[in-house]
């Protein structure tokens, strides 16, 4: 059974920096597409970053310039570093990966970023 497990977040100041890790277990093939997505409270879910195995990024507007996505295809981890943080950036932060020929998604438990100003 694939496994998403995503490092702990925690709180940090405005303008700090935290760094997200994501690993995969239990796949024997490498997904496609990684990324995060995040959900504030009373919001929904929002894409923030993804990257596919080609390295190829896509990034959140809010966030493009301070976040910067990273992956380990032979480690299948994805990796987000988040410098510059803002309060807004507050929101739990989930890994996704997706994996073309069975068009599935999965996600992993999610972590809490807190970001105080």
């Known amino acids: 059974q694939v496994q998403l497990v995503e490092s702990r977040g925690g709180l940090v100041q405005a303008g700090g920096s935290l760094t997200l890790s994501c690993a995969a277990s239990?796949?024997?093939?490498?997904?496609?597409?990684m990324g995060w997505y995040r959900q504030a409270p009373g919001k929904q879910r929002e894409l923030v970053a993804t990257?596919?195995?080609?390295?190829?990024?896509n990034y959140a507007d809010s966030v493009k310039g301070r976040f910067t996505i990273s992956r380990d295809n032979a480690k299948n981890t994805v990796y987000l570093q988040m410098n510059s943080l803002k309060p807004e950036d507050t929101a739990v932060y989930y890994c996704?990966?997706?994996?073309?020929?069975?068009?599935?998604?999965?996600w992993g438990q999610g972590t809490q970023v807190t970001v105080s100003s």
């Open positions: 990257i596919t195995t080609g390295r190829s990024t």
């Open positions: 996704y990966a997706y994996r073309i020929l069975t068009s599935r998604t999965y």
């Open positions: 239990g796949n024997t093939f490498t997904f496609n597409t």
